[in-house]
């Protein structure tokens, strides 16, 4: 049975790497500092987050692994974790040594500001490690600066004006982000029209099996497990790539295929609707007549 710690307070992740707590719903390590003598993580097989969790890794030699996948750092790496998330740890090479930061902060203390009402925006939250922020030089200067800025806040005594300027700073910490990956997707153009060409070619070989029938509607979970993402950021990626999202880009095959149906004379509109996986034929009628502006007898119709 695997060994996990359970990570609920910033004060449980600071006890396991010897730290001091200066907030007790924010902080932020610097590994340089850890005191090696109380790092104990390699007793721990991975650890389940109760809070929202950034590292920024700066050591190649440390594995993680998310689901079935594993990552290897790089240098001026960014990987995000939401609360209620377990991270696995494997992989250590022999004498390894963390570098880098953590800034952890629990949800209470978005509690009445406005990144409370935006936390769930930032999709990266859910991303898998092996799709994790890859940061440029500048990048990486940048949100150093922004995690001196917070420790520089918690650093001072607590005040009025302490809550706004931490959680701003944190704010403006993940809206660069926001703008990082935005960056990442688009130096990764050609790896991800090649994702997309997948993508289309799994799309069409679920129409043209017995899977519809069977297992019902194709969902963007099934194609983002096919092809090894995270429903989130594969999402993303065909937004980004397509102006759709992944789901009207499935809903779109889907009409192109149900056109090809209706002409078959020897099919009701009934039976096509349960071979493209729909449970109740005037659901997919409905689907039809959204998209294409008429039903499907219609369009047949005004086609003959």
């Given at each position: 049975?695997?060994?996990?710690?359970?990570?609920?307070t910033i004060a449980d992740y600071f006890k396991l790497r010897n730290y001091e707590v200066l907030h007790p719903l924010v902080g932020i390590v610097d590994f340089k500092k850890v005191?090696?003598?109380?790092?104990?993580?390699?007793?721990?097989?991975?650890?389940?987050?109760?809070?929202?969790?950034?590292?920024?890794?700066?050591?190649?030699?440390?594995?993680?692994?998310?689901?079935?996948?594993?990552?290897?750092?790089?240098?001026?790496?960014?990987?995000?974790?939401?609360?209620?998330?377990?991270?696995?740890?494997?992989?250590?090479?022999?004498?390894?040594?963390?570098?880098?930061?953590?800034?952890?902060?629990?949800?209470?203390?978005?509690?009445?500001?406005?990144?409370?009402?935006?936390?769930?925006?930032?999709?990266?939250?859910?991303?898998?490690?092996?799709?994790?922020?890859?940061?440029?030089?500048?990048?990486?200067?940048?949100?150093?600066?922004?995690?001196?800025?917070?420790?520089?806040?918690?650093?001072?005594?607590?005040?009025?004006?302490?809550?706004?300027?931490?959680?701003?700073?944190?704010?403006?910490?993940?809206?660069?982000?926001?703008?990082?990956?935005?960056?990442?997707?688009?130096?990764?153009?050609?790896?991800?029209?090649?994702?997309?060409?997948?993508?289309?070619?799994?799309?069409?070989?679920?129409?043209?099996?017995?899977?519809?029938?069977?297992?019902?509607?194709?969902?963007?979970?099934?194609?983002?497990?096919?092809?090894?993402?995270?429903?989130?950021?594969?999402?993303?990626?065909?937004?980004?790539?397509?102006?759709?999202?992944?789901?009207?880009?499935?809903?779109?095959?889907?009409?192109?295929?149900?056109?090809?149906?209706?002409?078959?004379?020897?099919?009701?509109?009934?039976?096509?609707?349960?071979?493209?996986?729909?449970?109740?034929?005037?659901?997919?009628?409905?689907?039809?007549?959204?998209?294409?502006?008429?039903?499907?007898?219609?369009?047949?119709?005004?086609?003959?």
């Open positions: 049975m695997k060994n996990i710690l359970e990570i609920k005191n090696q003598t109380g790092y104990t993580n390699k007793s721990y097989d991975g650890f389940h987050y109760s809070c929202y969790a950034i590292f920024l890794k700066d050591a190649v030699g440390c594995k993680l692994k998310y689901g079935s996948n594993s990552y290897d750092y790089d240098e001026g790496t960014l990987v995000f974790m939401a609360p209620n998330q377990t991270i696995e740890l494997g992989g250590y090479e022999p004498g390894f040594v963390p570098k880098g930061y953590a800034l952890l902060f629990h949800p209470d203390l978005l509690l009445g500001t406005s990144l409370a009402k935006k936390i769930h925006e930032f999709n990266f939250f859910a991303y898998s490690s092996n799709e994790a922020l890859h940061l440029s030089a500048k990048e990486r200067k940048l949100i150093l600066s922004l995690l001196e800025k917070i420790q520089f806040e918690l650093e001072q005594p607590i005040d009025k004006h302490s809550k706004k300027l931490i959680v701003t700073n944190i704010e403006l910490f993940l809206d660069y982000c926001l703008r990082f990956y935005d960056r990442q997707f688009i130096t990764r153009e050609v790896v991800n029209k090649g994702t997309l060409e997948k993508f289309d070619h799994l799309l069409s070989q679920y129409f043209s099996s017995e899977k519809p029938k069977n297992n019902g509607l194709p969902s963007v979970a099934y194609f983002a497990d096919q092809l090894h993402f995270s429903s989130n950021y594969f999402g993303d990626l065909v937004k980004k790539e397509t102006g759709k999202s992944a789901q009207e880009f499935i809903q779109a095959k889907l009409i192109d295929v149900a056109k090809e149906k209706v002409f078959d004379p020897n099919k009701s509109v009934s039976e096509i609707a349960y071979e493209l996986g729909f449970k109740y034929p005037q659901h997919f009628s409905r689907l039809f007549k959204q998209k294409v502006g008429r039903s499907p007898k219609e369009f047949m119709a005004s086609i003959n």
